[in-house]
């Protein structure tokens, strides 16, 4: 079975400033889905960036980035010029591209912090 | 409004009731998906449904009923309300295609407190 961990529970950096959040998976999967969702208080789940294991090139969404470590197993998301609407759960999600019912498996999220 | 709505966003039932939460998406998304949300965990996903009159069970389906008669609704029915279902609660939905099959757009969510 596919497992998602995201091993720190909570973060905290400075306005400006670029952080890291980590996240690992365990899949005996070749083809899959790999995505970062940002929670806000507000609770609306709002896709930040995905990542397809084929594409060798990490994903980029303008501030947002990934790093993509397949033989690792490893999918961090960076946020570059963190801004304080940043602040938000993270959640880190995998998709084996072969269910045919597109469950996403998710990890248990970052609680990210940006401070003024 | 376009998109992917759920309502109410905030429910208070008593143990025993029954409740329905609704999501409604206007994509006409083939597939749509009710997750639960819980201090310390993840989403998990409760039940799918890969298109009208389908659907099966997620990672924790006991005490939950869905129905798809449609394809732009999916309600989520609460037989018998226990408080271990106070929770929040995201249905979200997703297309279909050869080309891309992946992507779950998510509702703003509805909090549920069973007393």
């Known amino acids: 079975a596919q ?10 950096v400075q306005e ?4 890291t959040l980590s996240c690992t998976y365990d899949t005996s999967e070749n083809n899959y889905y790999l995505f970062w969702y940002k929670q806000p208080p507000s609770r609306q789940m709002i896709l ?11 994903a980029t969404e303008n501030r947002f980035s990934v790093n993509f470590q397949k033989a690792a197993k490893s999918f ?15 959640f880190c999600a995998f998709m084996n591209h072969m269910d045919s019912n597109y469950q996403l498996i998710w990890g248990a999220g970052t609680k990210l912090i940006i401070k003024p | 409004d376009a998109g992917i709505t759920q309502s109410p966003r905030y429910k208070i039932t008593e143990t025993g009731r029954q409740v329905t939460l609704m999501c409604h998406q206007t994509w006409s998304h083939s597939y749509m998906f009710w997750y639960r ?5 993840g989403l998990r996903l409760i039940y799918y449904s890969a298109a009208a009159d389908i659907t099966d069970k997620g990672e924790v389906p006991d005490g939950y009923v869905v129905s798809r ?12 309300a226990t408080r ?25 969510g509805t909090r549920l407190t069973v007393l």
């Open chain 1, 3 to 12: 497992t998602v961990t995201q091993s720190q529970p909570e973060m905290s």
């Open chain 1, 16 to 19: 400006a400033e670029t952080v």
């Open chain 1, 48 to 58: 930040v960036i995905r990542q397809e294991a084929y594409k060798q090139q990490n």
């Open chain 1, 76 to 90: 961090s998301l960076k946020i570059s010029d963190s801004q304080l609407g940043d602040t938000a759960m993270y």
């Open chain 2, 37 to 41: 949300q819980d201090l310390g965990h």
């Open chain 2, 69 to 80: 008669s449609k394809t732009e609704n999916f309600p989520l029915t609460l037989e018998s």
């Open chain 2, 84 to 108: 271990s279902q106070t929770s929040v609660y995201f249905c979200a939905s997703s297309e279909w295609s050869s080309a891309s099959t992946d992507t779950q757009y998510f509702g703003p």
